[in-house]
Each structure stands twice: as structure tokens, then as C-alpha cells.
T-cell receptor, first 114, second 115 residues
Framework: DAGVTQSPTHLIKTRGQQVTLRCSPK?????VSWYQQALGQGPQFIFQ???????QRGNFPDRFSGHQFPNYSSELNVNALLLGDSALYLC?????????????FGPGTRLTVL | DQQVKQNSPSLSVQEGRISILNCDYT??????FLWYKKYPAEGPTFLIS?????DKNEDGRFTVFLNKSAKHLSLHIVPSQPGDSAVYFC??????????????FGSGTQLTVLP
């Protein structure tokens, strides 16, 4: 079992561009959550997907959007990139929306916005 | 408004001694607390958790204590080992509608265990 995988590992974009990050959940997991971790901070919840729908959303603007596919994999899209969007983006999967102690994190995608 | 706070950015302890990592929270609705460990270039990994109906949970060398009246929890690692050197995150959660939970993290504490 490969666990949670994310791609790409690193990404460099310029202000105003759009980016798509990808996540494959751990086998048997149907729920995907996305977090943003700025330098020196803890992960901050962006949103959670279950049954191909956004179920919960944190305090992030509409520039942040996502999608979940029938195979439970997920994408995070960020439009009109700002310098402040530079961060490590973490994907976490779990067997259900309420099972946090079985939430497995991927290694993250490091996004740099210049 | 930081609902979960870890006021010590770093902590150094000698191998074999006890490591105590602290965490404070402000939201009294939190009913479940977790500790995660994070190595560089890896995602956080779940370490131990505690429900708000308990005041202590133990798993091997790791014990988490919860003081609800003080809105404070701590993680004790005994004995500390060099492999424990990592960033430790405290997280809290509350049951939302639809049985969903989301994690609210603290800013982390870098633990260094010196050989």
C-alpha cells in the first residue's frame, strides 16, 4: 500500500497564474481533506471531499476550489495566485468524514509563488 | 484567532529524560485532541489522541494529559530517544453536522533529543 501520494512534489508559479495539485488517497479511504501549511505554522484546513462533494470548508477564499473523482482521488485548484499562497499543501485521507485519528497525510506539495 | 496554541517553538532534552510538550486551546467545543509528529519532507503522522471525557491516555512511551478546566493538554515522552526528534503538532476537533470533523492545528514544537 503506497499510502497517500501527492503530485507534484514541488511547483513554482508566478502571481496571477493558476495551479492544480493532485492527491491519491490511501487504499480503502473515501474522504480527502486538504490543508495549507505556511512556513513556521501548523496546517490549516482548506476543505474536505466525500462522495465527490465538498462537505466542509475552512476560511479560504473562492480562489481555492477542489474536485473529487469516482476513484476518490482529488484535486486542489488555486486561481489568481498571490505571493501569500506560497506554502506546503497537504492532502489527508480517511475512511469517512469523522475518523480523524485514522487520517493519513501525504508528503505534501511545496508551492512557491514568485 | 488561534484556537490552538503551542507557545514553545522548540524544546531540547537529553536522551533518556522526559520530554513534555504543551498545548493550549480556547474553543470549549473541542471534544477530541490529537498529537502528530512530522519529519522533514514527510506529512504529519498520527501519534496519540484523547477524548474530552478522559484526562489521560497512554500508548507505550507516549502519554497525553488533558486538563479541561485549564483548556490545556500535554504530551509526555518517556524515555526520550534521538529518533523522537521531529516537529510535534497538537490538533483539536469538534463534531460538525453530517458527522464530519476537521482538524485545527497548533503551530508546532520542534523537539530535539540530544544523545
Amino acid at each position: 500500500d503506497a499510502g497517500v501520494t501527492q503530485s507534484p512534489t514541488h511547483l513554482i508559479k508566478t502571481r496571477g497564474q493558476q495551479v492544480t495539485l493532485r492527491c491519491s488517497p490511501k487504499s480503502g479511504h473515501d474522504t480527502v481533506s486538504w490543508y495549507q501549511q505556511a512556513l513556521g505554522q501548523g496546517p490549516q484546513f482548506i476543505f474536505q471531499y466525500y462522495e465527490e462533494e465538498e462537505r466542509q470548508r475552512g476560511n479560504f477564499p473562492d480562489r481555492f476550489s477542489g474536485h473529487q473523482f469516482p476513484n476518490y482521488s482529488s484535486e486542489l485548484n488555486v486561481n489568481a495566485l498571490l505571493l501569500g499562497d506560497s506554502a506546503l499543501y497537504l492532502c489527508a485521507s480517511s475512511p469517512g468524514t469523522g475518523i480523524v485519528n485514522e487520517q493519513f497525510f501525504g508528503p505534501g506539495t511545496r508551492l512557491t509563488v514568485l | 484567532d488561534q484556537q490552538v496554541k503551542q507557545n514553545s517553538p522548540s524544546l531540547s532534552v537529553q536522551e533518556g529524560r522526559i520530554s513534555i510538550l504543551n498545548c493550549d486551546y480556547t474553543n470549549s467545543m473541542f471534544d477530541y485532541f490529537l498529537w502528530y509528529k512530522k519529519y522533514p519532507a514527510e506529512g504529519p503522522t498520527f501519534l496519540i489522541s484523547i477524548s474530552s471525557i478522559k484526562d489521560k491516555n497512554e500508548d507505550g512511551r507516549f502519554t497525553v494529559f488533558l486538563n479541561k478546566s485549564a483548556k490545556h493538554l500535554s504530551l509526555h515522552i518517556v524515555p526520550s530517544q534521538p529518533g523522537d526528534s521531529a516537529v510535534y503538532f497538537c490538533a483539536a476537533t469538534v463534531l460538525l453536522r453530517g458527522s464530519a470533523r476537521q482538524l485545527t492545528f497548533g503551530s508546532g514544537t520542534q523537539l530535539t533529543v540530544l544523545p
